[in-house]
């Protein structure tokens, strides 16, 4: 079975200090966001366009993706059709045989991580190499991406410099991240002008236009795309949206929510290949019309993928991207995943206090808290719930339905707390763990009222 | 006008003293308050741990407990959030949604229902609020740091009302203690780190007392508190402005 | 059936009910009374540089002392700049080389401090990022509050490729450090012409 969401959260902050440095700095990246918002006095108003527009855009969306793929087209881009994370795979697979390439790039892509694109390669003896710098970095590492927009967001500069030393034969000891920035980007600049083949992610693909929008701030999305013979975009299929003037609206958003800038270095919008080159675009389903058949749920594809609700989740922050292990943490991830994988991941709708931080910085408007508590809902009905917490919840509903009952356990329990406190002071107790229990009074605020309140005063 | 007073379970069997301080102040203020007595829990721990489904009677409960009434107060913001977003009663659906509309968390009800301006309240003391998160993000009953809207609090509104007090904001003014209900065991480290992180800014503030409307929070900071030794104590709000020190 | 029938089919089926698109009634977005200087101060915040310049021979003069320097650069500007066949010829490995390249751009955005330039201005799509350094110049005219106005200006379409361009090349994957200078252009330099 997985480990659970709260065992490798409690392995995170066992190390105190390492994740006081990531809350801390996560926390530097929502206030950066939030200066950003105050920048725009409509910012609140933008938020609605962009819910809106998504909203509309979920409401007819094989219309959309039609009209998408007809302009597409037209404009000599390649269309393929991808069910599942192993179709979108082979889509892939097979254009690299066709070539017969070696040398690939690949800039973000969350969705090509969602379909685990470079194990599959790996397997059949292609690399790709990532180019994102926390990207590369992680990937040197042999880990996932901790977080969609910081990927390297877990590590220090110690950890860094360690694993450049060890790759790129960097300076041992040296830390500082403008010498090991330099030392990739020689690396990469190196990696991008060999380049066969670029695989890209999309940020926006535009019906009306059949062009997509893929942004950076590094520019290495372009120096792959621009330089290889082949470049392959994926994108699932929500990507989508009605019109180039819709762009303003969501770029507007994007960069603002992700990380305070006004917008990415590079918006790049990518209509026609450049002559002699091959353009592919694979549009990929993989649970995605499922989840939009889920009245409650639906919503959350209208996700940009800027990770705001990563940064401002008190949760993630305390635990870390791996600590969810899907391809997408965090909040946003916790109503995606459980549809992909309900029994895997069952555990991570419950964690979360369901304060709301996340629907308050969604730059479209996706009521992130409300699915966490609605997916618990049907986790339960589905039966994922454990056992013993079953027979908890059952107890405590039929005390709670039955008053003298609820009284009497009530009562029962804080004369037993108060004679006997090692029933509940000790390591059985999860509370007690770190946390002092409160003090039993001696009477309930009903036995007070009964003989203080007004029934007894007239 | 007839308020009827709902007094959440843990606060009934462990915090009664908050309770009484509710109670009292509503009547300071002149309300008729009744406190029907066979209440027990609005079914928050069942509902937000996935069991909605297992409520029915407790919801039922409620609904018997809290027909007829003007008004249904309580100080806990998150049971009144459940209240007004889950109370249903399929034999009853009209009473479960008067009692939906017409509950009001206490500091709600009298800054917008009782339209209190000044408080005869005394407290001596450094507090730091804490804003939990179903009465702040879930009630509005503050401006939130997320949004980008005009900046109001109303249970700082009725703190300015009392004598002496010295007000103070943690750095992060509302951000979770980590409580959040079952979560506080099934994801005890997260909960706790979170619970220690708001004790060290409200400790770095020196302030006497933590303080907030919902004891669930105060409980689980209190809890780390006295782990601590600490010298800082949990007050619940309704204890200063019913205070008279 | 397909897969992209199946697809297809399957969100007919589950997309809910049409809602209609909202009208962007954009009396409400911000607007700018000094839209250059706002330009010039959010460029800056974010990296770039920004001249303000009473006409294009300042360019001129630049491109010639660089080429007069033997300054590797690709200029797309002037009367006299270089072949464009050749410029859309060079290689990556040869364009990896040039020092610094010289780009207009159609429209500059005030709010965030962007410039968007099509295919046709770079002649080359890799030119921008590969440079070392990047020069764009802009009509001072063509500076615009939002990117709203940006997108009336500009037909996103009509081309194969184009891109809003906001300063340099830069990352903070490491410990969030910013650094300038990633994979594209170290340094951004927009004109602007009065």
């Not at chain 1, 990207?135 to 590590?155: D, G, N, W």
């Not at chain 1, 989508?240 to 969501?250: G, S």
């Not at chain 2, 709902?6 to 406190?35: H, M, N, R, W």
């Not at chain 2, 619940?236 to 019913?242: D, K, R, S, V």
Request: glycine share 6%; hydrophobic share 40%.
């Amino acid at each position: 079975m997985k480990i659970s969401h709260a065992a490798l959260a409690e392995k995170f902050i066992a190390d105190e200090p390492r994740t006081d440095w990531h809350d801390d700095t996560l926390w530097f990246v929502r206030e950066k966001r939030d200066k950003a918002a105050h920048g725009l006095p409509e910012w609140e108003q933008l938020r609605e366009w962009g819910s809106q527009i998504k909203d509309h855009t979920l409401s007819n969306l094989s219309n959309y993706l039609k009209e998408f793929e007809e302009k597409a087209k037209a404009n000599g881009i390649i269309v393929h059709w991808a069910g599942d994370g192993d179709e979108h795979n082979k889509i892939i697979h097979t254009i690299i045989q066709k070539h017969k390439i070696q040398k690939i790039v690949k800039s973000k892509s969350m969705l090509t991580e969602e379909c685990h694109l470079n194990d599959y390669l790996q397997e059949k003896g292609i690399e790709v190499v990532d180019t994102d710098l926390g990207e590369r970095i992680v990937q040197f590492r042999k880990e996932a991406p901790s977080h969609i927009v910081l990927p390297a967001i877990h590590l220090k500069r110690e950890d860094v410099s360690e694993t450049f030393h060890e790759h790129l034969q960097t300076e041992k000891g040296n830390n500082d991240p403008q010498y090991l920035t330099e030392a990739a980007r020689q690396h990469l600049r190196d990696k991008f002008v060999q380049s066969e083949l670029a695989i890209t992610g999309v940020n926006f693909a535009v019906a009306e236009t059949g062009g997509f929008v893929v942004c950076t701030n590094e520019g290495n999305a372009d120096m792959g795309a621009h330089t290889a013979a082949v470049h392959i975009a994926c994108m699932g299929f929500e990507k989508i949206i009605p019109k180039a003037e819709h762009l303003a609206v969501f770029l507007r958003l994007l960069a603002r929510s992700a990380t305070g800038q006004p917008i990415t270095t590079y918006s790049s919008h990518f209509h026609k290949p450049r002559p002699g080159q091959e353009m592919h675009l694979v549009i990929v389903d993989n649970g995605r019309s499922k989840q939009l058949g889920r009245e409650d749920f639906r919503n959350s594809l209208k996700c940009i993928r800027c990770a705001a609700c990563f940064n401002t989740c008190p949760v993630y922050r305390r635990s870390g991207g791996h600590s969810y292990q899907t391809a997408v943490a965090g909040p946003i991830g916790s109503i995606l995943s459980p549809n992909l994988d309900m029994k895997a991941n069952a555990d991570l709708p419950f964690a979360s206090t369901l304060c709301g931080s996340c629907t308050n910085v969604c730059p479209v408007k996706i009521n992130i808290h409300e699915q966490l508590w609605k997916w618990r809902q049907v986790i339960v009905a589905e039966g994922y719930a454990d056992s013993t917490k079953t027979i908890g919840m059952k107890t405590m509903a039929y005390l709670f339905s039955k008053p003298s009952l609820y009284r009497f356990a009530g009562k029962m329990g804080r004369r037993m707390m108060k004679a006997f406190p090692f029933m509940t002071n000790n390591k059985f107790n999860v509370w007690y763990k770190q946390r002092e229990m409160p003090k039993p009074p001696k009477e309930s605020f009903r036995e007070w009222y009964l003989k203080n309140g007004k029934i007894n005063r007239k | 006008m007839q308020v009827a007073l709902f007094i959440p379970c843990y606060i009934d069997q462990f915090y009664p003293q908050v309770g009484i301080a509710t109670l009292q102040l509503l009547e300071k203020l002149g309300c008729d308050v009744s406190f029907p007595l066979e209440q027990t829990c609005c079914g928050q721990p069942m509902a937000n741990s996935g069991f909605a489904s297992l409520s029915k009677g407790c919801d039922a409960n409620f609904v018997e407990n809290f027909s007829g009434f003007d008004y249904i107060v309580a100080p806990s913001g998150s049971c009144v959030l459940h209240v007004k977003e889950h109370l249903q009663d399929a034999a009853h659906p009209e009473k479960a949604a008067n009692i939906r509309k017409n509950v009001y968390e206490l500091t709600e009800f009298l800054t917008d229902v009782l339209k209190v301006e000044k408080l005869q309240a005394r407290f001596p003391f450094k507090v730091g609020l804490h804003n939990s998160c179903h009465g702040q993000r879930g009630l509005h009953l503050s401006s939130m740091t997320e949004t980008m809207t005009p900046s109001f609090s109303k249970p700082e509104q009725l703190l300015n009302m009392v004598t002496d007090i010295r007000l103070s904001k943690p750095k992060r003014n509302d951000e979770c203690c980590g409580f959040g209900g079952t979560f506080c065991v099934f994801e005890e480290a997260v909960s706790v780190k979170m619970g220690k992180d708001r004790v060290a800014e409200h400790d770095d503030n020196e302030v006497d007392y933590i303080s907030g409307g919902d004891t669930s929070c105060l409980m689980h900071l209190e809890g780390i508190l006295k782990r601590q030794g600490s010298k800082i104590k949990t007050i619940h709000i309704a204890e200063i402005l019913n205070s008279s020190l | 059936m397909s897969v992209r029938e199946n697809i297809l089919n399957a969100i007919a089926t589950n997309q809910p009910t049409l809602v209609p698109l909202p009208v962007l009634n954009r009396t409400a977005v911000i607007s700018y009374e000094d839209r250059y200087a706002q330009f010039k101060s959010v460029l800056e915040s974010i990296g770039g540089k920004t001249e303000l310049i009473l006409n294009i021979e300042i360019v001129i003069e630049k491109i010639r002392s660089d080429k007069a320097n033997d300054t590797f650069i690709i200029d797309t500007i002037s009367a006299e700049s270089i072949d464009t066949a050749d410029t859309i010829a060079l290689s990556a490995f040869e364009l990896e080389k040039v020092e610094r390249a010289y780009i207009k751009g159609t429209v500059a955005v005030a709010e965030n401090g962007a410039v968007w330039v099509y295919e046709s201005q770079m002649k080359n799509r890799l030119l921008p990022f590969i440079c070392q350094h990047l020069v764009l110049v802009i009509d001072k005219n063509d500076i615009v509050a939002t990117m709203h106005d940006a997108y009336d200006k500009i037909n996103v379409g009509s081309e194969g490729f184009g891109a809003f361009i906001a300063g340099p090349s830069k990352t903070a994957d490491i410990e969030q450090s910013l650094v300038i200078g990633a994979h594209g252009a170290r340094s951004t330099t927009v004109y602007v012409v009065e």
